[in-house]
């Protein structure tokens, strides 16, 4: 509820009010002289519009000074009103109430004058012809009264608002291309895991895939259990909802925890029990390459705050491909290097200030590393930014909702500028909005 005040409850107070009383004081002089003359119309036998009513016959002498009479109130009123105006009203001082209808023949408006009924059928008086196009804001020149105005003001979520918005769809792009993270949607379903292997996983689509796969090409590792080696293959997400995939690859060694990425026709894992990182092609269902994270924790050294092996997580962006981890020598606080997708060789280094344990995952969205603050918490917010472009740091508090209560997974889409989520045993996505360069 908001408050609204004037500068005054009386009108005299007001700033602008001299302007206004002035025209009043004239109108109310004109009101009581058409008053006077009707009421002698009526009272010598009713030339007036009533007077007609009643059978009587306007006296052209008489009629002369009150069409000069309306010839200077409709003068006056443009003066004051300007030349918008389309409806007065007349009442006061018990003449009749008049209505002004526009009939239009080339460059003119002629306005026709009709009496408004009271108590009977309305009766026409003689058309007022008015020189140029006229027409105007409506003004009642009724006395004004404070008023205190309210407006109720209801919430709904912004994903709500933005629902039909190019920023909202799938397969949308920010027309500035990068930008920083201002915003995150409500969560949108794609599929549920039916067995206990699904309690926590990994799917994704290819932001730049490489035939016979495509963007619609969508992918899945149910990640529970000690040899994970099923990658499922989708032909599209509808199909990952119905539960049917198209294949399912058969990796060469398990991989461990849900820190895969699909980029570029390869499955890049990090192999169980070990700080490499592995490159597994989809087309020739062979491992490519393979290449040691020097320092990184594993297998529970330096984990999200959830738990399950989280120690390497690999990540794709706009520029390429990432790899989140820790190392003893960063003391557990987050390490970020860019990796070659053909070799693995990693081409730099960033170690940042925020501590790998203690946020719940992170992703990288233009070369900015995210982290959501919690995994289980309904209303979580995604609470740090690390840009790499300057090397700083900074904290957010940006909504991000845990619908289902257990973030095992979080990764970032470019081509969609979605992000990829699994959700205890759901596979969600998120449109986000991002700030224009």
């Keep these: 509820t908001y408050p609204f005040t004037v500068a005054s409850p009386v009108e005299a107070g007001c700033p602008d ?26 009272g010598t036998g009713g030339s007036g519009p009533r007077g007609a009513e009643a059978g009587g016959m306007r006296d052209p002498q008489q009629a002369a000074p009150a069409g000069r009479l309306e010839a200077a109130y409709g003068e006056l009123l443009r003066a004051k009103l300007g030349t918008q105006w389309t409806r007065l009203i007349w009442g006061d001082e018990g003449f009749p109430l008049r209505s002004i209808k526009p009939h239009i023949w080339g460059q003119q408006h002629q306005w026709l004058w009709s009496e408004v009924p009271t108590s009977g059928s309305a009766g026409l008086v003689p058309t007022h012809a008015v020189p140029g196009p006229i027409a105007a804001p409506r003004w009642d020149p009724q006395p004004l009264a404070y008023q205190e105005l309210q407006s109720e003001r209801t919430e709904v979520p912004a994903s709500r608002l933005l629902e039909e918005t190019a920023l909202s769809r799938p397969g949308s792009k920010n027309s500035a291309g990068c930008g920083e993270l201002v915003w995150v949607g409500e969560p949108v379903v794609f599929g549920r895991a039916d067995s206990i292997a699904g309690k926590y996983g990994v799917w994704m689509k290819d932001p730049e895939p490489v035939p016979p796969f495509t963007r619609e090409t969508t992918w899945r590792v149910d990640a529970v259990g000690t040899e994970v080696r099923q990658l499922f293959q989708y032909e599209a997400a509808e199909q990952l909802a119905r539960g049917y995939p198209a294949k399912v690859h058969i990796l060469p060694q398990p991989l461990e925890s849900t820190g ?12 169980r029990r070990s700080r490499t990182v592995a490159r597994y092609d989809l087309r020739g269902e062979t491992v490519t390459a393979e290449r040691e994270i020097p320092g990184a924790g594993y297998h529970g050294q330096y984990p999200y705050s959830w738990g399950g092996y989280t ?18 020598k960063a003391r557990g606080a987050i390490v970020l290097s860019k990796l070659d997708p053909d070799t693995l060789e990693i081409q730099r280094t960033w170690e940042t200030n925020i501590r790998k344990r203690g946020v719940a995952n992170s992703f990288v969205i233009c070369g900015t590393l995210y982290t959501v603050s919690s995994y289980s918490a309904p209303n979580a917010t995604i609470n740090f930014a690390y840009d790499t472009a300057t090397g700083t740091s900074r904290a957010l508090s940006i909504p991000f909702e845990n619908r289902f209560r257990y973030l095992s997974m979080v990764d970032y ?12 045993f759901n596979m969600v996505t998120y449109p986000v909005r991002l700030s224009q360069a």
Excluded at 17 to 42: D, N, Q, T
Excluded at 260 to 271: D, E, M, N
């Design 17 to 42: 009010a001299g302007g206004v009383a002035e025209l009043r004081a004239e109108l109310a002089a004109l009101a009581a002289r058409l008053s006077r003359l009707e009421s002698r119309e009526r």
């Design 311 to 328: 120690d390497i997580d690999l990540a794709v962006d706009e520029s390429g491909l990432w790899v989140i981890y820790s190392t003893e």
């Design 413 to 424: 889409n470019p081509a969609e500028q979605q992000l990829f989520a699994w959700d205890s």
């Design 260 to 271: 895969a990425v699909i980029y570029r026709g390869g499955l890049f894992f990090q192999p």
